[in-house]
């Protein structure tokens, strides 16, 4: 996989697989057309997820006699529309196999501050304090008429302090994650069933 070649180390991984109706590049088209925002407006229990998240960051940084600012909510985030250059990168694509993207940063101290990238340096950038999140939808054909869209979230930290920090925090989190990956499956399926087995519209 293009993942492979990208971050092939990690220090945790979460995996979620979800067989969809269609041909993997109708179902390809769907992976990258589909808003994942739109998931969260529309569920509230990924909303509840979200607002834990940012509350344990403000109790961190208040501990920490820091202030965090919130980040605005992107009104859309689709794959198509992802840059090269900026802090969630699209990394590389071959489709209607696989499309990868990635993020930058230090998440687990109290705030959020993500790295400028441009996604042809994502594989070489190691700066002590941060970690790298790769992720991808692979397809795989399913029988006659359906693809199998697996969809993988690595995480490498770039040192031994980070890598502690890291991992303490993916502990408390993991399940969240995956609450919010298996959405966004469910995103994709909906998306996909508006086109038909055969990838045409």
């Not at 693809?147 to 502690?164: F, I, M, N």
């Amino acid at each position: 996989m293009l993942l492979d070649e990208l971050l092939p180390r990690f220090d945790a991984t979460r995996i979620e697989h979800r067989v969809i109706a269609g041909l993997p590049p109708a179902v390809y088209e769907a992976v990258v057309g589909t808003d994942f925002m739109r998931e969260w407006r529309e569920s509230a229990l990924l909303r509840l997820v979200f607002t834990a998240r940012s509350g344990a960051e403000r109790v961190i940084a208040t501990a920490r006699g820091q202030k965090v600012e919130a980040a605005p909510t992107p009104p859309s985030m689709r794959l198509a529309d992802m840059p090269t250059r900026g802090d969630w990168v699209r990394l590389a694509e071959a489709a209607p196999r696989e499309v990868v993207f990635g993020v930058i940063g230090r998440f687990w101290g109290g705030e959020t501050p993500w790295e400028q990238i441009d996604a042809a340096d994502f594989a070489s950038l190691a700066r002590p304090g941060v970690a790298k999140i790769g992720c991808n939808f692979s397809l795989r054909p399913y029988g006659a008429s359906r693809t199998l869209v697996s969809y993988e979230a690595r995480t490498q930290a770039a040192d031994a302090d980070a890598r502690r920090a890291f991992l303490r925090y993916w502990n408390a989190v993991s399940p969240g994650v995956g609450m919010v990956m298996r959405a966004q499956l469910r995103s994709v399926e909906r998306m996909a069933a508006t086109t038909s087995p055969t990838g045409q519209p």
